[in-house]
């Protein structure tokens, strides 16, 4: 069964802490890579579209950032479901950590949204099947990270979230259904940014180098949270104790 | 562990037919998580409880029905008079009473006359009197597990469940409870555990 | 010794009946809410019948949806206070089944009477008679579906302060497909179209929660008991 490295020996606090430390600058740094890239991609190769302009631009980072905020959740709803079932304290810090980046990226998804409708349709708010359901994962975002939050007890907490989590991602494809089935009975417009220009095949390419980014930008900033995060659960822990045995 | 504190570890003890435990300690030394974690509603963060042999986690709802549990909190809700309380209480719990079971048990416990008079009514001593009659209709459930049975009584309250609780260990059952007063223990065989700080 | 289920099942329900019997204010309470509610958007948008009329549906259904929110506090905070929902996790019996009693109860008290004054209301907001039927047919498919939903709320707070702000924010956008079709199927009736699908959809709704809901408002129930 010797197939290398011993991945049960990371499950706990004390040994994934050093190692998240040393991972987490090498994401940032290929975060930082990927996006330049992208954005690269997104502003100068990509070609301008001929109905909306320079402004349709933002879409390299609209876009990206919502299949982020969308694909974060299911992680964490992940996490949180493994720290449930095997009771590892581990799983459920990450899916704690992870929580206020997919708030952040839903919050880029909506401003990146906002600032594309007011130069093409004037409204610095349009009730579009993507934005709507934008917005209400932002709500469940706040409501996990506000559960969290109110319960002291952090096994509580853990498991409390857990539960909503799992009860979120069940729903947010009924959410995304029921908002677009909305939204076509009550609009006959074509008032969306889901309706973006036809692909070129840069402009693909350009928004997936920019989730690439986002989403090595995640796991680094995720990795440096969870590292807070055992600290403080873990304070009363002897490897968080003794300053000269504390690990990098 | 209660939040981030250990409350206590290392503790071990099994009970027979007849025997009966008295948990004492102070205030906070974890008497009632210790008896919530007999009962299954507290896991404890390591160690297991059984029950003749099998685990109560994978017993579950068989282990339910051979316990009565009489927490610090009497379960009674104060818009109902006693003997809707108590009868709807043993038919939730499955119980199996009869009709005329309820009136007696409060009767044993000194409330004759009291049963239908809304439990806000009634004195903090007679509350604990009600929650406690449900031992009397609990006559068949092997374990009892009681937390602080002596709060809020007077001296003839105490001694009628020192009496209940003689009657069910002298049938075979097994009594667990938990208690900070000094009170004389109901059988001169019971063991005992202290928790402290 | 068990008892039956069904036996147990029956205690849970009656308990609970008799204490919103003995406690008749509560009820009338949601239900003077929920008009104050309705009646406050054309206080706030101006009486323009026309429009009212357009937003009638909606308008009704949220309130309806506050209104729930608001009954919530009442499903098992009493009951965890004062020790009868330990009681109720340590009867050998299946907690989700004894459970859903509770939301059954709740639903009687809190959601029913909300179906049924709501034709009234929407005759205040200018709506016309097939759409106060579907009104009423709407909420009566969904209220049981909010009354669920919000079950794992109101569990998953049980004993924290400011539940009573945190259950709708965790409740409300799980709630939003409730909303969409249910005010859908009056808008879709009023204007002719016809609701079928709507109610098909709303029933979707249902039924899946009404078997999955109360088991998972028992395991937070037991997460919160710990």
Sequence with gaps: MNTGINWFRYSSPQAFYPLAGAMAPWF????????????????????????????????????????????????MAFWAGVGLAVNTRLSAMMASALAPTGTLMTFIALWSGALWGKPTWGTWWVWDARLT?????????????????????????????AVLALVGVVNVPIIYFSVQWWHTLHQGASVSLTKSPSMAASMFAGMLVMALALWLYSIAASLVRVRAIMLERERNADWVKEPGSAPR | MRGERRLFGGLGFSLSAGTLLEVRGPNG??????????????????????????????????????????????????????????????????????????????????????????????SQGQRRRVALARLKLAARRALWVLDEPYASLDAAGTALVRATLEEHLLAGGI???????????????????ELGP | ????????????????????LRNRSDAASLLIFFAIAVSLFPLGVGPDPALLRSMGPGVVWVAALLASMLALSRLFAADYADGT???????????????????AAHWLVSGLP?????????????????????????????????????????????????????????????CVPVLIFGAG?????????????????????LLPSLVLAPWAAAFAIRIALE
């Design chain 2, 29 to 122: 030394s974890g008497k009632t998580s210790l008896l919530r974690v007999v009962c299954g509603l507290l896991r404890p963060a390591a160690g297991k409880i059984t029950w003749k042999g099998r685990p109560i986690a994978e017993l579950a709802d068989e282990f339910c029905a051979e316990i009565a549990y009489v927490g610090h909190l009497d379960a009674l809700k104060p818009e109902l008079d006693a003997l809707e309380n108590l009868r709807l209480a043993a038919r939730v719990a499955g119980l199996g009473t009869a009709p005329g079971d309820s009136v007696a048990a409060l009767r044993v416990f000194g409330l004759a006359g009291f049963e239908r008079l809304a439990c806000k009514a009634l």
């Design chain 2, 175 to 193: 009594a667990l409870l938990s208690t900070h007063h000094e009170v004389e223990s109901a059988a001169p065989s019971a063991q005992r555990v």
């Design chain 3, 185 to 205: 199927a009056v808008e879709a009736t009023a204007s002719g179209i016809g609701a079928k699908a709507h109610l098909a959809l709303l029933a979707a709704l």
């Design chain 3, 1 to 20: 010794m068990r008892g039956s289920l069904a036996g147990a099942a029956g205690a849970v329900l009656e308990r609970d009946l008799l204490l919103a």
């Design chain 1, 133 to 161: 359901s934008e917005l209400i994962l932002l709500f469940l975002y706040f409501g996990f990270m506000a559960l969290q939050a109110a319960i002291d007890d952090p096994r509580r907490a853990d498991r409390a979230g």
């Design chain 3, 85 to 103: 929902l330990e009681q109720l996790a340590l009867a050998p019996h299946p907690l989700g089944i004894l459970v859903g009693a509770k939301i």
């Design chain 1, 28 to 75: 940032f740094w290929a975060a930082a890579v990927f996006a330049l890239i992208g954005l690269y991609i997104g502003f100068f190769v990509a070609p301008t579209d001929f109905q909306q302009g320079e402004a349709y631009r933002i879409i390299f980072i609209h876009v990206p950032a919502a299949w982020m905020s969308m694909f974060i959740y299911v992680v």
């Design chain 3, 114 to 174: 909300l179906v049924l004054i709501a034709p009234v209301l929407g005759l205040q907001l200018d709506l016309g008679g097939e759409a106060l039927l579907m009104l009423a047919a709407s909420l009566a498919l969904g209220t049981p579906a909010l009354s669920l939903l919000g079950a794992v709320g109101a569990a998953l707070t049980l004993g924290l302060r400011a539940s009573a702000m945190l259950v709708p924010l965790i409740v409300l956008p799980l």
